[in-house]
């Protein structure tokens, strides 16, 4: 029995499978004791017949979705680790850059939304820049952080052997500050999904979050509901993608 219980602990797919059948008996449950009309929380018979029907529109616009996430967290993984290196390295920059960082982050996205309507216009590149602007906190503060917490006796021990920084930075700090960035990235996917969603409410024309809002505004409950299934469903692919890398990567620097 131990063997067995820690082979479906290894078993990502098992619990998020586990989970999704504890919802929908759940959500079933809840219609019939409470005898909920469909137009309020359609059953779960009545989603998977909406999700069959629209599946090309889900499809279409899940795609649409699934690249402007793929391209904010690119983005927000690049300039989050550029801004990163400089704040753990100079004070000055930390102390001016962190303020800047939670100010930006205090402002809310919708509010920023129709700025970057009138800065950028409709399209793909809004939606990626309001998710960036979501997504690259986590990945700036958890690297930074990472970055200044290793053992200062191993520096120290580092630069009497005669390394230069550039090889304290490439064999020291990063592998030291792996785990925290392979964190924040995998807070900065879930926060990227989020930030394009919101974009798509705001400019329209695409994307899952159009649809929704689309559905919502016809009043078709059940597509509204394979919406946010089919949400609920590329998140977790994206960030059992960043799990799956972050796996890989601390076993291969322990």
């Known amino acids: 029995m131990p063997r067995i219980a820690r082979r479906l602990g290894e078993l990502t797919a098992f619990w998020y499978a586990l989970a999704v059948v504890l919802v929908v008996v759940v959500w079933q449950g809840i219609v019939l004791l409470g005898r909920t009309p469909d137009y309020l929380l359609p059953t779960p018979a009545q989603v998977a017949e909406?999700?069959?029907t629209y599946r090309e529109p889900l499809l279409r616009e899940s795609w649409v979705t699934l690249r402007g996430v793929l391209l904010a967290f690119g983005v927000s993984a690049v300039l989050g680790v550029a801004i990163a290196v400089p704040m753990a390295f100079s004070r000055a920059v930390e102390r001016l850059g962190y303020p800047l960082l939670v100010m930006s982050q205090a402002v809310p996205k919708v509010a920023l939304g129709p700025?970057?309507?009138?800065?950028?216009?409709?399209?793909?590149?809004?939606?990626?820049?309001?998710?960036?602007?979501?997504?690259?906190?986590?990945?700036?503060?958890?690297?930074?952080?990472?970055?200044?917490?290793?053992?200062?006796?191993?520096?120290k021990l580092g630069r009497s052997m005669g390394a230069s920084r550039w090889r304290l930075f490439r064999l020291l700090r990063l592998p030291g500050a792996l785990p925290s960035l392979l964190a924040g990235?995998?807070?900065?996917?879930?926060?990227?999904?989020?930030?394009?969603?919101?974009?798509?409410?705001?400019?329209?024309?695409?994307?899952?979050?159009?649809?929704?809002?689309?559905?919502?505004?016809?009043?078709?409950?059940?597509?509204?509901?394979?919406?946010?299934i089919s949400l609920a469903v590329l998140g977790v692919l994206v960030f059992a993608a960043v799990?799956?890398?972050?796996?890989?990567a601390l076993r291969r620097h322990p």
Not at 243 to 248: A, K, N, P
């Open 50 to 52: 909406a999700v069959s």
């Open 115 to 155: 700025l970057f309507i009138v800065w950028f216009g409709f399209g793909l590149m809004t939606n990626v820049l309001i998710a960036v602007s979501v997504a690259i906190f986590p990945i700036i503060v958890n690297t930074a952080l990472g970055l200044t917490s290793i053992d200062p006796d191993l520096v």
């Open 185 to 228: 990235l995998k807070v900065a996917i879930t926060f990227a999904v989020i930030g394009v969603v919101v974009g798509e409410f705001i400019v329209g024309g695409s994307g899952l979050g159009y649809l929704t809002i689309s559905a919502s505004g016809n009043q078709n409950v059940p597509l509204l509901f394979a919406c946010i």
């Open 243 to 248: 799990d799956l890398l972050e796996r890989i």
